[in-house]
């Protein structure tokens, strides 16, 4: 059935070094990876999504890989700050109307100062 | 645009009774979704609704049931309360079709006593 799995699920980095949170899917449909940041008692913000058509995204200091074959993807943070301290959600989707978003068990991350 | 809105925020129930919750979609968005997340858990779809219909469920019993209004929002209501059901319950819209970015409402935070 459908499953992500995701690891670490703790992190704690030195402020400015990089994180690295990695996932695993089994659904071969899956075509969209979004990824997810909750920071404590709030909603599940989107911080960066890839689409299967695509093997690497970057957005600032977050980056996102994709490897369809193997069913792997990847959220890299570069520079981390304190504020990137927070519980990060991998997740896949599959292409339909009605797609459902199944999510990874999470990693927190903390950054230390 | 006030995005997506729960209702209430926080709610204490007993074993056995039965619960409503409220989502406002955001404005423009016609798919609402609902989200179970347990204390130290990622979020697990619950069910999708779409034009008055559930279109897709998860894995969850029928006590769990939802509606959805004319206007797009959308009620989850749960009966037979049991401790096991505490939990952040979020709702996320978005617009139908594939790959539509989902905005998450806060939650609501239910706990059974």
């Known amino acids: 059935g459908e499953n992500v799995e995701q690891h670490p699920s703790t992190l704690s980095v030195q402020e400015g070094d990089s994180a690295v949170i990695k996932c695993t899917y089994s659904?071969?449909?899956?075509?969209?990876f979004p990824w997810y940041k909750q920071e404590l008692g709030k909603r599940p913000q989107l911080i960066i999504d890839i689409r299967s058509n695509v093997g690497e995204k970057k957005d600032q200091r977050i980056a996102v890989t994709l490897n369809k074959t193997a069913k792997h993807f990847s959220l890299h943070i570069t520079e981390t700050q304190p504020e990137d301290s927070a519980v990060y959600f991998c997740?896949?989707?599959?292409?339909?109307?009605?797609?459902?978003?199944?999510f990874g068990s999470g990693t927190r991350l903390s950054i230390r100062p | 645009d006030a995005g997506v809105t729960q209702s209430p925020t926080h709610l204490i129930k007993t074993r056995g009774q039965q619960v409503t919750l409220r989502c406002s979609p955001k404005s423009g968005h016609d798919t609402v979704s609902w989200y179970q997340q347990a204390l130290g858990q990622g979020p697990q779809f619950i069910f999708q609704?779409?034009?008055?219909?559930?279109?897709q469920r998860g894995n969850f019993p029928d006590r769990f049931s939802g509606h959805q209004f004319p206007n797009y929002s959308s009620e989850l209501n749960v009966n037979a309360l049991l401790l096991g059901d505490s939990a952040l319950y979020l709702c996320?819209?978005?617009?139908?079709?594939?790959?539509?970015?989902?905005?998450f409402g806060q939650g609501t935070r239910l706990t059974v006593v």
């Open positions: 996320a819209s978005s617009t139908t079709g594939p790959l539509s970015e989902a905005f």
């Open positions: 659904d071969s449909a899956s075509n969209y």
């Open positions: 997740a896949e989707e599959g292409y339909s109307s009605a797609s459902k978003i199944i």
């Open positions: 609704y779409y034009e008055e219909e559930e279109r």
